[in-house]
C-alpha cells in the first residue's frame, strides 16, 4: 500500500538554505555577514515597547494588525486599503504566486536572484523561468521583457538584486513595464530599498501608484534590524493587496512584531541615520576591496557581491573567510555575497580580499 505523496513540484522543491551562524574561534572575535542582517539591535526604544507588548501574549494579536497598518499609511501617504502585511516579505512572495498562479504557469525572474522566488514557484505547481543576469550581475530587463508568454502571470524584478546588490533604474523599471501586458503581475521587491544610493534610483510607492498590475515589497528585516520578527509589507493597488489579505495566515504577525513594527515607524531619523552610517561602511568594503584588485559590482543593499567562474572558487573564498572569522554565504558557482557588518568585521574582508587570489 502507497502512503500519502505530494505533489511532484513539492517534492522537487529545494530547502532554503539560510547563512549559517561564525564558528566559534578561540582569542577571535567572529562575526555572521551571511545572511544581510542588520549588524545593529533594534533601534532606541523598540526592545522597551516590544517587551512590554510581550507581556500580553496570552492574548491573540489583532488579527488586523490595525495601528501598525495606520502607521504604515501615515509613514508612506498610502491609502491602508493598499497595503498588506504578512510573516516578512517572503511570506509574501508565496501569497502572490500562490494566489495568482498554478500548473501550466510561468513566473519569470533574474537569475541569479532571491532563492526563494524558484521555491515559491514549485510550491504552487508552476514553472520558473530563470533569466540569467548580465555579467555584472544585472538584470537584463530586455531579455525579462522578451521571455514573457501567453503562460507568464507573475514576473519578479529584485532591486536591488539579492545577491549580486545591483538596483536598475526607475527609467529603465519603466522602459520594462511598458513591455509587460497589463495582466502579468509585477512585483518589484524592495527588501533593501534604504540601502539605496544612486541617480534615478527607484520610486517603488510612486511606481504602484500609477500601474494597475504592480506590486512592491518592503521589510522591518533589513534596515530597521527587526528580522526576528518576521514582519514584510506591500504596496499594492486595492484589489491586489485585497487578494493578499486574504492569502494570509491569520494572526500571522503576532502583537510583539506589531508593536516594534509601529515604534520603529516613529523613529525615522535615527533610522535614517543607522543606514547612513552602514551605507559609509559598505562604500568604505567597495573602495577597499575594489583597491585590491577585485571588479565587484556597485552594491545598493546592505551586503557586496564576489563573483567567481566555479564552486571550489567560491568555497575557497568561504573557507578563507572563516579562518579569519568570518561566516560567508557562497552561492556556487557563480559567488560569494558578504553582509555589510560591524567596522571590525569590515576591515578584516578587506584584508582578506587583498590576500586571497583573485585567479
Known sequence: MSTPQPRPSVAAMPAYVAGKPPVERPGLVTYKLSSNENPYPPLDGVVEIAAEAAGRVNRYPDAGSTELYDALAKAYGVPAEELALSTGAVALIFQLVSAYCG???????????????????????????KVPVTDGGEHDLDAMAAAITERTKVVFVCTPNNPTGTSVTQTELDAFL?????????????????????????????TYRSRANVVVLRTFSKA????????????APA?????????????????????????SLERQTELLARVDDLVAERTRVVEGVRAAGWDIPGAQGNFVWFAFDSGERCADFAAAADEVGLMVRPYPPEGVRVSIGEPE?????IELAGSFPKG
Open 178 to 206: 511598458a513591455k509587460v501586458p497589463e495582466h502579468v503581475l509585477v512585483v518589484v521587491d524592495e527588501a533593501y530599498a534604504e540601502f539605496v544610493r544612486m541617480d534615478d534610483a527607484v520610486d517603488g510607492v510612486a
Open 103 to 129: 500548473p501550466e504557469d510561468e513566473v519569470v525572474f533574474a537569475w541569479r536572484s532571491f532563492e526563494a522566488y524558484p521555491i515559491a514557484v514549485l510550491a504552487a505547481g508552476a514553472t520558473a523561468v
Open 224 to 235: 530597521y534590524g527587526l528580522a526576528g520578527f518576521r514582519v514584510g509589507y506591500a504596496f
Open 345 to 349: 568585521a569590515n576591515t578584516r574582508l
Open 239 to 263: 484589489p491586489i493587496a485585497a487578494t493578499l489579505r486574504a492569502m494570509a495566515l491569520p494572526f500571522g504577525v503576532n502583537v510583539v512584531a506589531q508593536a516594534a513594527g509601529v515604534a
